[in-house]
């Protein structure tokens, strides 16, 4: 890292991320301070005055309704976040060597990053639901009795809807970044190997995936944090209940009584609080990982 | 979208937050609110101060586009002959509009002051703005138009005006349309002589038929309101349910109620999903599974809901309403609130009077069909023929079979307790005695 002197430099660079850094302090720490806050019983507006209190947490940590919760939104979280890097690593490999139509592929691949989750939402809906598109071709063909009868995979607790629309989203997205990363590397590790006799698979598992360890981190840690905060897909497409944990928060926040949402302020620190142990957990296990290989 | 909602209200609860509370109220407006309540102001001082006031903020939910274009046909020119424009704003949740009021009221609005003259609202909406106690005051009997509505507490005939989902209303909000708890079959995949007429027959009936039926999950009041029937047919009837939690002891309510609740428990898995039955979760999405042929039966809200759903193509032709169940249908209205931080408090008293008044209600049945808020036998003999002449024409019932089944809604305060033994006794199953479940209910309730 090169430092700059002076300190005309070091203001100006701090003027300059003045406002990016204002906006993210209100809004972000802004709102987490808030929900903390009410979580712990601030919340006069609501007529909730029993700072601080710790009944909201105890609350939750006794319904066995939350750790069935946390456990969704993990599987949620970390099912697509696996399957989608194994697809991705295969793509980002595929696209790296030359082939016909590989203009075209690379093209049409981005697609899903420009498009909103929602509409993947509603096309997962189209497609998928116990009506849908391929539900009345099944029906068509006269292999189910009728449209409903198809096997049901939108708003179950298996989630198959949630984590269909993750990957499709997401696949894009790890794709571009293994991808880009591939395209940095020298291939000449690669070839030395091959030289010295190693075969595919070989090279592939010593060679390739190791240099792009920092790609499959970065990319998968920004996609698992989504995915543990993501709210309006598994509130469309996965069960009543149970749900995942914002789910369950926009429930309590949204019910009648409003001395409700501390506790769905309190889900909602928890969420915040455990994704960021998760990030913390992984980067430090990533940094050990490097220390082994002598990288830092 | 909800998120939105939710990100919208954060907001404005950080603002709220911030603000100071220093109620600088508007002086004017209070002795107005205090000298109308205590009832020492004729109606003529009433509008000539709304005159002054000159508009009037009205929030309802916007998504029919035919209600929309009735109100600017008809509400908005009345309005203007009293000097009053009105001001719609159409949103998509009514409790954007709680919120509002709510977040006004936090940072030291009061009378004169908000942004929220009055809400179309009725239930949970109603039951927030009383608990938050943000209600301008009991103004609905001190209209002129009051004596469309029976309002006597001693008459049964009054209880549609004062118990809003079981919440008294005191008269804090104006009736102005009524709703009936109906269900609804296609009749080219289920006959008539075939649909379940009562609780007994719609479980004979999944369990030949499993899956093709299911209803909206609670605590959507759609669902509540399910609930409420189911537990009117196994537990006595409507009457039980008209008491407050506190007249009960667990014991005594656990009884009460136990019988209903094992019945939805017997028939959940002869629901759509089967043994992890599927609960849409409003409205719309059990439209959806209906229109696609996944279930064969429905219930909403809506006395000319069929009628209103085939004239708009949303329906099938051979869509008909039910009267389900023998035991009772619960019926119920929906209101016009003025909230305590009204800006135009006598525009809006002047705008629910309106709302109140027989041609215009008329004119509501017949153009839009939403049913009459204001009371049948309240109105001249010539009204009531004009009203009958005005209604929609119902698909498979008749006026007087829908009339003879409505029951009343169930006490707000048991509400609360029901959809907490549903959560726990239907949805999560806890494994408890269910007397323990109702005691844990009636506990969070009381607090």
Not at chain 2, 232 to 242: I, L, S, T, V
Request: glycine content about 8%; overall charge negative; proline content about 5%.
């Amino acid at each position: 890292m090169v430092h700059h002197k002076g300190h005309g430099r070091g203001w100006g660079r701090l003027i300059g991320l003045l406002p990016a850094v204002s906006l993210l302090t209100v809004l972000f720490l802004g709102a987490l301070g808030f929900s903390v806050a009410q979580s712990l019983g601030y919340a006069p507006q609501y007529g909730v005055m029993s700072f601080p209190t710790n009944i909201y947490y105890v609350s939750l940590f006794k319904d066995p309704g939350f750790w069935q919760s946390l456990g969704l939104t993990f599987y949620y979280a970390i099912t697509p976040t696996l399957i989608g890097l194994m697809i991705s690593i295969g793509l980002s490999l595929l696209l790296a060597h030359k082939f016909p139509g590989k203009g075209a592929a690379l093209f049409i691949y981005k697609i899903p990053m420009v498009v909103p989750y929602l509409v993947g939402v509603a096309l997962v809906l189209i497609l998928f639901a116990n009506g849908g598109i391929f539900a009345r071709i099944l029906f068509a063909l006269d292999i189910i009795d009728r449209p409903s009868d198809f096997p049901r995979l939108l708003q179950t607790a298996e989630g198959w809807g949630i984590m269909l629309v993750y990957l499709w989203k997401q696949v894009p997205f790890m794709t571009v970044v293994l991808y880009a990363h591939l395209l940095v590397l020298s291939r000449e590790p690669e070839e030395s190997a091959l030289l010295l006799g190693a075969n595919r698979v070989q090279i592939l598992w010593h060679v390739t995936l190791p240099r792009l360890i920092p790609a499959i981190v970065s990319s998968s840690l920004i996609v698992f944090a989504f995915n543990f905060g993501a709210f309006e897909v598994p509130y469309i497409l996965g069960a009543g209940y149970p749900n995942t944990l914002t789910v369950e928060a926009w429930r309590l926040f949204d019910d009648p009584d409003y001395t409700n949402r501390p506790k769905a302020m309190a889900i909602v620190t928890l969420v915040s609080v455990i994704s960021g142990l998760c990030l913390l957990v992984y980067l430090s296990l990533y940094r050990a990982y490097e220390r082994k290989r002598g990288r830092v | 979208m909800k998120l939105k909602n939710l990100l919208a209200s954060a907001a404005i609860m950080a603002v709220s937050v911030y603000a100071t509370a220093s109620s600088a109220a508007d002086e004017a407006a209070a002795k107005f609110r205090e000298d109308f309540l205590s009832g020492q102001l004729s109606w003529s001082d009433v509008e000539a101060r709304a005159k002054t006031e000159g508009e009037v903020n009205w929030f309802h939910w916007g998504g029919s586009e035919k209600l929309n274009a009735w109100i600017e046909r008809n509400v908005v020119p009345a309005l203007a002959a009293k000097g009053i424009t009105l001001k719609t704003t159409r949103i998509a949740g009514t409790r954007d509009a709680v919120d509002l009021v709510l977040a006004d009221k936090q940072s030291g609005k009061g009378v004169g002051e908000g942004s929220v003259d009055a809400i179309w609202l009725n239930g949970d909406n109603f039951y927030t703005l009383v608990q938050q106690d943000a209600l301008f005051g009991s103004f609905a009997d001190k209209v002129p138009n009051a004596e469309n509505f029976f309002f006597d507490p001693a008459d049964p005939a009054s209880q549609l005006n004062l118990s809003d989902f079981g919440t008294p209303t005191e008269a804090r909000e104006m009736p102005w349309s009524g709703e009936q708890y109906t269900c609804y079959i296609d009749t080219n995949r289920l006959s008539k002589s075939e649909a379940p007429r009562d609780f007994e027959g719609l479980e004979a009936w999944v369990k030949e038929n499993p899956g093709r039926f299911t209803y909206v999950k609670p605590p959507h009041y759609i669902g509540n309101t399910f609930v409420q029937t189911a537990l009117y047919a196994f537990g006595g009837g409507y009457e039980p349910f008209q008491k407050s939690i506190t007249e009960f002891t667990p014991e005594e309510f656990a009884k009460l109620v136990e019988p209903g609740f094992n019945y939805l428990r017997r028939i959940e898995p002869y629901l759509l999903g089967g043994e992890k039955a599927i609960y849409p979760q409003n409205q719309a999405a059990n439209q959806a599974l209906y229109n696609n042929g996944e279930v064969d039966m429905a219930c909403e809200f809506g006395l000319y809901f069929v009628s209103n759903q085939i004239e708009s193509g949303a329906f099938s032709e051979t869509t008909e309403t039910l009267a389900f169940p023998e035991s009772g249908m619960i019926k119920n209205k929906n209101f016009l609130a003025i909230p305590s931080n009204a800006p135009n408090p006598a525009a809006a008293i002047v705008f629910a009077n309106v709302m109140a008044e027989v041609d215009l209600q008329i004119s509501k049945l017949k153009e839009i069909g939403y049913p009459l808020g204001v009371d049948m036998a309240k109105l001249s003999e010539d009204d009531q023929a004009r009203a009958v002449a005005a209604a929609p024409k119902h698909h498979g019932v008749t006026d007087a079979e829908l009339a003879a089944l409505a029951v009343a809604d169930t006490n707000a305060s048991l509400v609360k307790v029901i959809e907490t033994i549903w959560g726990d006794y239907i949805e999560r199953k806890v494994e408890m005695p269910f007397l323990q479940i109702v005691k844990g209910a009636m506990e969070k309730a009381a607090k």
